[in-house]
């Protein structure tokens, strides 16, 4: 099992800048395929990024933009956000997936998820 810890959200205006944190417990961190999720008020949650063995996969709203990257020594996970819009705006959920070779980008295919960061961009 594994606990998710995201941080790093806040409110920034629209043009800028931010990176989400998301550390996990446990020993076996570099085993799990990872992703990004947000889910905006009254809307369902939608997938931003994974990272897997599979590859790198972005949501096209984000591509250019955004970069999920990891590093297993230290078992965080991270979303680099630039260029940030308004439409951005959501609360920001890391979730992990013990089936690492395989890219998932339906929140239904995770088994750990964080308890989400806000993310506010004003314009």
């Known amino acids: 099992q594994v606990q998710l810890v995201e941080s790093g959200g806040g409110l920034v205006q629209a043009g800028g800048s931010l990176r989400l944190s998301c550390v996990a417990s446990g020993r076996s961190f570099g085993n799990y395929a990872m992703g990004w999720f947000r889910q905006a008020p009254g809307k369902e949650r939608e997938f931003v990024a994974a990272?897997?063995?599979?590859?790198?996969y972005y949501a096209d709203s984000v591509k250019g933009r955004f970069t999920i990257s990891r590093d297993n020594s230290r078992n965080t996970l991270y979303l680099r956000m630039n260029s940030l819009i308004p439409e951005d705006t959501a609360v920001y959920y890391c979730?992990?997936?013990?089936?690492?070779?395989?890219?998932?980008?339906?929140?239904?295919?995770?088994?750990?998820w964080g308890q989400g960061t806000q993310v506010t961009v004003s314009s």
């Open positions: 990272l897997s063995g599979a590859g790198l």
């Open positions: 979730a992990a997936n013990v089936e690492y070779y395989n890219f998932h980008a339906h929140a239904g295919d995770y088994d750990y």
